[in-house]
């Protein structure tokens, strides 16, 4: 791909969780719209995008971290000047789910408070091996005070709309100054959403 432009922004997320929960294939399923197989991830990697939000094309690097703990301290290092989060549990593993809350807490030592988040309970579509209910993962977005998506890689539920409203909060956030500089306020209240399966 092409390098950004001087007109075209440039997004930094990463992709955030326990191993196994499917974060590769969330980022493969969007960038490539291909289903990867299940294997780990060994380290870091990245996949880029380009989408355009009111009309302004903006470059999305979206890195794919190694949710292993002995890649925890290589993964972290990549947490350092990301604008967004993508943090990613299991339905079907609840332990990935208990996990949410220290790597939101490394999100929070690394990237600062300032970031935007959003919280993805994967593999929907396996609810016949659920362990973490819907209104779970509802509750912990609210009390994170951060968006919600139950998400299916496999099935394409929900994976665009997560990456785009990561996106916006952060275009709105961050950059609205760049072109508009009558604007003052950035800041709004951050919204806590769930979209059905």
């Known amino acids: 791909m092409a390098e950004a432009s001087n007109n075209k922004m440039l997004l930094k997320l990463v992709m955030t969780g326990d191993s196994n929960v499917g974060k590769t294939c969330i980022m493969t399923r969007y960038t ?77 030592m690394k990237a600062g408070e300032e970031v935007e988040v959003v919280l993805l309970g994967n593999k929907c579509d396996k609810e016949d091996e659920r362990e973490v209910s819907k209104e779970r993962g509802e509750k912990l977005a ?6 919600f998506f139950e998400t299916s890689a496999k099935e394409n539920i929900n994976i665009d709309k997560a990456f785009l409203n ?32």
């Open 142 to 147: 609210w009390e994170y005070g951060i968006p």
């Open 32 to 108: 490539e719209n291909i289903i990867p197989s299940y294997i780990s991830t060994v380290g870091i990697d990245f996949k880029t995008k380009t989408i355009h939000i009111e009309n302004t094309p903006i470059k999305l690097q979206i890195w794919d971290t190694a949710g292993q703990e002995r890649f925890h301290t290589l993964s972290v290092s990549y947490f350092r000047g990301a604008q967004g989060f993508l943090l990613v549990y299991d339905i079907t593993n609840t332990n990935s789910f208990e996990n949410i809350s220290l790597w939101m807490r490394d999100i929070k």
């Open 166 to 197: 990561l996106s916006k909060a952060i275009y709105e956030k961050r950059f609205s100054m760049v072109f508009n500089p009558n604007v003052v306020t950035l800041q709004e209240p951050k919204k806590s959403t769930s979209c059905a399966a």
